[in-house]
């Protein structure tokens, strides 16, 4: 028995291995899920298809993924500067939100302009994932803190990895991912005792987003009393203060004063976060509590966690103490603009946060349950990591019944654009919500009529009932109008397909409304997970 323990030492390495590997080729193999063929990763950059602003005439031009019905988000204002960062550019301007506040935020877009070497399609290919990229070297540079030398390790690695800040920032081309992998990096030189390089390197972070600057909090004296160590971390603070600086009063300069976009992103102290648990409860009344209700509050109690365990723990000499410190004095003052709606864009704010726990929390069977807690925000991911919809429906049956050989054209359901938002999807299930009332058409390419049993679910969000009729003069009631607030399933049996369209129309005894979940979408109900089973050849019908 003795000489079998080797041989499970050696296989437990070996598995522990095996789970960071198999990690990595879990995220590329999510990741793969966001490109879509003629317009590659743009889908990431979340592109809005009405925009509050005209869209740079270089964008226009190009092939990319606009969200139906959406003004955008953040990182399309990065990612137009990325393609030509001349920012005097009166088109440029007209399709900011606010010049001034976005091109502060200019490091990234200029990284995806050199690497892109100036071409305007090739920078935004690059800004688009850039995330990615920033993802793996974090994880190669976590090994330093988090090696595959236990299971624990492994935990606080993907702890990281795939907390909700982060996956939110890959999700969305934004520039908290790069800019976690800065102060990552210069905490390093850090510990390698490259002081100044490391002060270089956050200084140039803060070209990325302004509140990387708090992660100069690392370089502070780890004695209060060393007079010769203030004169120099002095030093550093004016180094790192000084790339951001410099370029703010370029842009003062260059632009002038203009609108600050970021104007409601600092409050009284807890005001917003006391208000992100009072929107979170309100949620528990409505029929989302199941699901964005949940996961708010698995991510309200895993920065709570946190922030807890720096304000109860206090470390001064520590410099990962003083960095994760600095975040938690500014989560007590994050304003409504940062904490509201779902997702909310806290935890990426507090992503230096979450390392510093990851890497101080002590180890130990007694820690164990705070570092749960504090890493909680990891199982909210999978929804923001949800890849773009690219299917409504499946064609299940025989080949010569699905497909047109001499043409290549098979047998579709098609959705009226003006009556149904896009194609959504999970891990395992397909979606589209309708705006009201809405029509399916299913395509038979053949000559001849086929049968075929059509399955799909129904579920609103709301109390409605919904009744399926053949489109026609006949309105043949398909399946009668029954509640779908609970999900039901529908079944309809020897459907027949004559060559050509057949209509089927969905009626709902509600208008459309808005959710009570922040999406700024009017909807009615969703038609999910849409199967077409072709059974065979249907006889002709007498008469013909």
């Not at 592109?47 to 969200?67: D, Q």
């Not at 920012?87 to 990234?108: C, G, K, Q, V």
């Not at 972070?205 to 009393?225: D, F, H, Q, S, V």
């Not at 470390?315 to 500014?330: I, T």
Request: hydrophobic fraction near 50%.
């Amino acid at each position: 028995m003795a000489s079998l323990i080797p041989f499970f030492q050696r296989n437990a390495a070996l598995a522990l291995k095996l789970a960071y590997v198999g990690t990595l080729g879990l995220f590329v193999w999510i990741c793969a899920q966001f490109y879509l063929p003629g317009k590659g990763f743009t889908y990431l950059i979340m592109f809005g298809e009405k925009p509050s602003a005209p869209y740079v005439p270089a964008l226009k031009a190009m092939n990319y993924f606009a969200e139906p019905d959406s003004k955008g988000y953040d990182a399309q204002y990065y990612a137009q500067i990325a393609m030509r960062p001349w920012l005097t550019n009166r088109a440029l301007n007209e399709a900011m939100d606010s010049m001034p506040y976005r091109a502060r935020r200019i490091l990234f877009s200029w990284t995806a302009y050199g690497i892109g070497g100036g071409d305007p399609a090739r920078a935004l290919h690059v800004y688009a994932v850039q995330n990615i990229v920033c993802w793996f070297l974090l994880a190669g540079l976590l090994l330093r803190w988090f090696p595959a030398t236990s299971w624990e390790n492994f935990f606080r690695w993907g702890g990281v990895l795939f907390s909700f800040g982060l996956c939110f920032s890959v999700r969305g081309s934004l520039v908290d991912g790069p800019s976690l992998l800065m102060i990552a990096f210069g905490m390093m030189l850090y510990e390698r005792g490259r002081t100044w390089w490391s002060a270089a390197v956050l200084g140039v972070a803060g070209l990325g987003k302004e509140t990387n600057l708090l992660a100069a909090a690392a370089l502070a004296p780890a004695k209060w009393r060393e007079r010769r160590d203030w004169v120099r971390a002095v030093g550093q603070a004016l180094l790192v203060l000084a790339p951001l600086a410099l370029w703010v009063v370029t842009l003062r300069l260059w632009l002038g004063r203009g609108g600050d976009a970021g104007a409601r992103n600092f409050d009284w102290p807890f005001a917003a976060y006391v208000n992100k648990w009072i929107e979170t409860a309100a949620v528990f009344e409505t029929d989302d509590a199941g699901s964005i209700g949940v996961w708010s509050v698995l991510m309200l109690v895993a920065v709570t966690a946190q922030w807890l365990f720096f304000v109860l723990r206090p470390r001064w000499s520590d410099p990962w103490w003083r960095l994760g410190a600095s975040y938690a004095a500014l989560l007590v003052v994050l304003g409504d603009a940062v904490w509201e709606g779902y997702p909310g864009a806290a935890l990426r704010v507090l992503l230096p946060m979450t390392l510093a726990f990851n890497v101080l929390l002590p180890r130990g069977g007694k820690w164990r349950t705070w570092l749960v807690l504090g890493n909680l925000s990891v199982f909210c991911s999978s929804d923001v990591l949800r890849p773009p919809g690219q299917e409504s429906f499946r064609i299940e049956g025989p080949r010569e019944l699905r497909i047109v050989e001499a043409t290549g054209r098979t047998v579709e359901a098609i959705f009226p654009d003006e009556q149904w938002f896009q194609a959504e999807r999970s891990r395992f299930d397909y979606w589209r919500w309708s705006r009201g009332d809405a029509e399916v058409v299913f395509r038979n390419p053949h000559s001849f009529p086929v049968t075929a049993e059509i399955t799909f679910d129904l579920k609103s969000r709301d109390e409605r009932k919904v009744t399926v009729r053949a489109a026609g003069t006949d309105g043949t009631v398909l399946w009668p109008g029954q509640s779908v607030q609970t999900m039901r399933e529908v079944r309809v049996d020897n459907v027949r397909l004559a060559p050509g369209d057949t209509v089927w129309r969905f009626e709902t005894d509600r208008a459309p409304e808005f959710p009570n979940n922040g999406d700024p979408r009017k909807m009615a109900f969703s038609l999910r997970n849409l199967r077409i089973e072709m059974k065979a050849k249907a006889a002709e019908k007498a008469g013909k």
